[in-house]
């Protein structure tokens, strides 16, 4: 199966493009953004993902304000041949140049939600270490990804109303992630599996002239699994970006994390966050939330737009809702990313929050899958 991009010198393997080096069900490549507000006032999350094997494409366009609901669109369609086609729908990316300038359009569509986002990279990339999680022997997940810092311009339209976005004031992570993680209809046959849990943290802030970055993975009992801090350079503009790589990020030796949980809930209340330096040196962020987004609403854990789940040839769906009247502990709303303000002492900055806690995890004290912080 060839495609267009099999005319340029990227192959990785004797096979065409299309063709992933593994044949694993779970491939999948994804890109993924947030943007918030400086004020905390608002928050949207974009996604769109490919599952070769599965032969799917689908996205999803999720926003929600201070004092209001949350409301997103869903979009699924058999994956095209070609892979920069990134259209479902309504819904489409436009790359407008790799690794500095995308734009995401929504048009206006049963739901009522729309946009019209240009995207501008105020760093160069970086790339996160390789992560790889096992469930017995087989890797349930052995991904990369890279991030990139940035700012929004444009529109968004909602049924409760309009947001401008302006790159004075609206902040943005851009994330793509490619490998194998688990998605989609659970596999059947084969000897039961024995339920397994999870703990993540992530946390991208940006500061006045840097940005900073640390990834958690925990076991059950609070061991590290994946722990990575890093710094980089913060552009004024676009212009200023060197290049994709800029070679000028500080990776630290190790990186720690403490939250505190809303009582009954697996919510982060709070956060603190060390950046340990090569030296030794500890840098303490304290991270404070002020505003929720469902991560359900781009399709994480969601039980019915899950992703990767086959919908049909062309389907679109959409909902609403109000995050403070949902149960913190069902299992589609445990994974969340919360927009916080960032201290570490002597200088003031904003990022996200992402956690997810599924099964026991002993440094909060919870002991089974579900329970709550007391």
Partial sequence: MLNKLDDYPIHQTPEPIAHPATSDRNVYDRTWFNGYAKDGSYYFGIGMAIYPHRG??????????????????????????????????????????????????LDDNESGISCDLSFSGRTAVIKEARQTLYSGPRAVMDATRFDQFGRWS??????????????????????????????????????????????????????????????????????????????????????????????????????????????GTRLAKSAEIDLVDLEGGTRTISLEPILKFQMKGLGYTHPEWGQGMWKGELATGHESFDPKQLDPLAMENLHVQQVVRASDGTREGMGVLEQICIGPYAPAGFTDFFDGAK
């Avoid at 892979?83 to 995308?102: A, D, K, N």
């Avoid at 990186?255 to 809303?262: I, N």
């Fill in 154 to 263: 444009g529109t968004v339209r909602h049924p409760d109303g309009e947001i401008a976005v302006d790159d004075g004031m609206c902040l943005g992570t851009k994330d793509r992630s490619w490998g194998v993680r688990r998605v989609g209809e659970p596999e059947t046959g084969g000897a039961p599996a024995m339920p397994g849990g999870i703990f993540f943290l992530w946390a991208p802030l940006v500061w006045d002239d840097h940005v900073s970055h640390a990834i958690f993975f925990d076991g059950p009992k609070g061991e590290a699994l994946v722990r990575e801090g890093l710094t980089a350079p913060l552009y004024a503009s676009e212009a200023d970006v060197p290049g994709v790589e800029d070679g000028k990020d500080e990776r630290m030796a190790t990186a720690k994390h403490r939250v505190s949980y809303v009582p």
């Fill in 56 to 105: 799917i494409l689908d996205c999803a366009f999720s926003v929600v304000t201070r004092d209001g609901r949350q409301h997103c669109f869903y979009g699924s369609r058999r994956a095209p041949t070609e892979r920069t086609e990134m259209q479902v729908g309504p819904f489409r990316i436009e790359i407008q140049e790799p690794m500095l300038r995308t734009r995401v359009v």
